[in-house]
């Protein structure tokens, strides 16, 4: 029998490697400086409601509530190894971070829930309609005014780093990924119904090209 639920989709493939993630997207991805630039860029403030989809072990979770305490943060993965990480690691520093399972394709949420929805090197692991599916819940459970933050691959900007991105390619699939490495992602967000993204930054990592985008729902 396969380790791998038909709905969803593990972050690392194969659920032996999960143990793996944090050290793996830490030291080969630029993890610190990524997320707390994602954060930055946000402009929390007291009282409003965050997401962060596909938040994994939950550490962009942790430093968005460090970042602005009087948030109310939310993390949702479809994962269940996950987000027992997530849940065990909120225990230990008892941490306000509520996590929910589910599906980022059929977000749990009321419309218009949110101030600012997160989220960070999930999307390529969707296929091209679940990704499309869940860049419209994200509009869905926006509210007005309410801003998109995310951080992906985008398509590598060297020889090099088209190299390096095959590996990630072979792990989570070619048609998984194809609009990463095509620069789609700032056309879907549009798509979707959120307003023009700016493109904020890009990374060099060892595994290929990631881009941060900001876009705000009118």
């Known amino acids: 029998m396969s380790d791998?639920?038909?709905?969803?989709?593990?972050?690392?493939?194969?659920?032996?490697?999960?143990?793996?993630y944090d050290p793996l997207i830490r030291w080969g991805l630029r993890e610190a400086r990524v997320?707390?630039?994602?954060v930055g860029q946000a402009e929390l403030h007291p009282g409003q409601s965050i997401l962060d989809v596909g938040c994994g072990t939950g550490t962009l979770a942790f430093a968005v509530q460090a970042a602005c305490p009087e948030a109310h943060v939310v993390g949702l993965d479809a994962d269940p190894d996950m987000l027992r990480i997530a849940t065990g690691k909120a225990a230990r520093a008892e941490s306000?971070?509520?996590?929910?399972?589910g599906l980022a394709t059929g977000l749990?949420?009321?419309?218009?829930?949110?101030?600012?929805?997160?989220?960070?090197l999930m999307l390529h692991h969707l296929t091209g309609e679940e990704r499309r599916g869940t860049l419209r819940?994200?509009?869905?459970v926006l509210r007005p005014g309410g801003r998109f933050h995310l951080v992906d691959w985008c398509q590598p900007h060297t020889r090099l780093l088209s190299i390096a991105f095959l590996v990630v390619r072979v792990l989570d699939g070619f048609g998984r990924t194809e609009d990463s490495a095509r620069g789609r992602l700032p056309a879907l967000i549009r798509d979707a119904g959120l307003g023009e993204p700016e493109h904020l930054a890009r990374y060099t990592t060892v595994g290929g090209t990631l881009c941060r985008y900001r876009a705000t729902r009118s």
């Open 35 to 38: 997320k707390r630039d994602l």
């Open 96 to 101: 306000a971070v509520r996590f929910d399972q």
């Open 108 to 120: 749990p949420y009321s419309d218009g829930s949110f101030d600012h929805i997160f989220s960070s």
């Open 4 to 20: 791998e639920r038909p709905e969803f989709r593990r972050a690392l493939r194969f659920r032996f490697l999960t143990r793996f």
């Open 137 to 140: 819940e994200v509009v869905r």
